[in-house]
């Protein structure tokens, strides 16, 4: 079965790309996604000085590499990843993965255990910048990951990095509201995390959207076959379903909720699980939807 | 030094004995082709023909490949050559996504032909690859060792692959490329092919 798809794909003038978010690939989708939220949520619990978050962040990020280790056919090879960050967006990425679960540990002792060392101590101080530095490196190296792939035309798009950091920004708001929800205190109140994630959702709602309106009308015919089947192709009932419906409308109206009445702290939860899940399906849609750009073309002329 | 190939379409035939020969020298899984011909149909009746791109990996000078790889398993040889050094393949399948090609593949299992079981053939062939990584092509690095040319360029039989040095400019690749305007597939990428094709 699997021999005859690929036998299938390769007579395919536009062959879909199965190597992520198929089968074991789909923890490689996992992984950027939590770690997308790890990034955003420690931004925000570190603006908003929520103890919940930046230890909700940590885990997160260590689960986001337990995704990608699962993504990898030889796991215990996984240090070697660390080899090639001169060129390779995956080797940045996993430094920054080093960089930000080691200084996160750091500062959580710090914060947790202060008789050990406090936040302004040496090993503090230096875990605040390291994970500051491992944060700013999680939010920017996946959308890189996917714009630098020359094969997959959807995905070589510039505005691919900076709609990842902020579907990054969306996850950490997402996770702040989640741990307040849970009785966990910051210097936030409710309605400034839903001001904060109606303004960022509309920055993703505009750089996709441009996205894809950049990939139909100036994009090959591979971009275009990706659009086509993000929008009413197989990845169709997933970006509707997933991104718009659960990871949209939902939240807006329970948005719009909290900012006219009084919301409930359930409602909250929800909002921040529905929006989780909302950039998953993006992400896991884009993923899918890319399709490779073909070898064979009328533009290279086999004839005289 | 820069090892090449040039591919004759007006010569090919697509009768399939480079994706065999390949098959047969390395003894790949089911699902896997180092070289494998695409078939295209043009024109409309009666003035239909059919046109044959033969494939393989480009070994491009600037290898988006061996770029994206993290471990640095990708790599290329002075001689051009790129190749997969399987030890330290950790089978992320970056270098799968970055070639625009589409000549990678990965092995995630032993597998054999047949459902009764591998056969004797499969099992002393196919058992030296291993499985979790990716595999590809490598100009039969281990034949031209010994001085012979790649499988799939000896086994033709309308002689329309050709393989030399690209730096030469006195090798037949060259020659071929200069005088029959020889070109390479989606140079607009700016990967620098080392497989040039005739027009047909």
Not at chain 2, 125 to 142: E, Q, S
Request: glycine letters at 10%; proline letters at 5%; aromatic letters at 14%.
């Amino acid at each position: 079965m699997r021999y005859e798809r690929l036998i299938e794909d390769l007579r395919a003038e536009f062959r879909p790309q199965r190597a992520w978010g198929e089968g074991r690939g789909i923890f490689m989708v996992i992984g950027h996604f939590v770690v997308g939220v790890a990034a955003g949520a420690w931004l925000f619990a570190l603006c908003y000085e929520s103890r919940a978050g930046l230890t909700l962040a940590f885990v997160l990020a260590a689960l986001g590499g337990l995704a990608h280790l699962v993504n990898l056919a030889h796991p215990a090879r996984f240090w070697r990843m660390a080899a090639r960050f001169r060129s390779s967006w995956v080797a940045r990425g996993f430094w920054g993965l080093v960089f930000f679960l080691t200084g996160a540990f750091l500062y959580l002792v710090a914060l947790w255990w202060p008789g050990l060392w406090t936040s302004g101590s040496v090993p503090g101080a230096f875990g605040y910048a390291l994970a500051l530095a491992g944060m700013v490196l999680l939010m920017g190296y996946m959308g890189f990951v996917y714009s630098s792939s020359k094969a997959i035309p959807f995905w070589n798009s510039t505005l691919h990095p900076a709609l990842y950091v902020a579907y990054a920004l969306r996850g950490g708001i997402a996770a702040l509201l989640l741990v307040q929800a849970f009785g966990a205190h910051s210097n936030a109140s409710f309605a400034e995390l839903l001001l904060w994630w109606l303004g960022v959702s509309a920055v993703v709602v505009a750089f996709f959207a441009l996205e894809l309106h950049g990939a139909w009308t100036g994009g090959n015919a591979a971009a275009r076959r990706s659009v086509h089947d993000l929008l009413a192709g197989r990845m169709a009932l997933s970006f509707y379903g997933g991104t718009l419906a659960l990871g949209m409308l939902v939240p807006a109206w329970l948005v719009w909720s909290g900012l006219t009445g009084e919301a409930s702290l359930q409602a909250m939860a929800v909002l921040a699980l529905a929006s989780a899940l909302g950039d998953f399906f993006m992400k896991y849609s884009t993923i899918r939807a890319g399709v490779h750009l073909p070898v064979w073309t009328k533009s290279h002329g086999l004839q005289r | 030094m820069r090892w090449g190939m040039v591919i004759d379409l007006k010569r090919c035939i697509g009768c399939y004995a480079c994706q065999l020969s390949c098959k047969a020298e390395h003894g790949t899984p089911p699902g896997v082709f180092f070289a494998r011909v695409l078939k295209q149909e043009e024109g409309s009746y009666p003035s239909v023909r059919q046109l044959f791109l033969p494939v393989l990996c480009n070994h491009c000078e600037e290898a988006p490949c061996v770029e994206a790889c993290p471990t640095g398993a990708s790599f290329k040889w002075d001689d051009g050559i790129v190749d997969i050094d399987h030890d330290k393949c950790v089978g992320c399948k970056t270098c799968m996504v970055a070639c625009p090609y589409g000549n990678r593949y990965f092995n995630d299992q032993a597998q054999h032909y047949f459902p009764q079981g591998p056969t004797d053939y499969e099992r002393s062939r196919m058992a030296r690859h291993p499985t979790g990584v990716v595999m590809k092509c490598n100009f039969c690095r281990h034949r031209l060792k010994e001085g012979k040319l790649p499988a799939c360029v000896a086994n033709c039989p309308t002689v329309a692959r050709y393989f030399g040095d690209l730096d030469d400019p006195t090798s037949e690749v060259s020659r071929l490329i200069k005088e029959r305007g020889g070109f390479a597939l989606h140079p607009e990428l700016g990967t620098r092919p080392s497989v040039f094709y005739l027009p047909a």
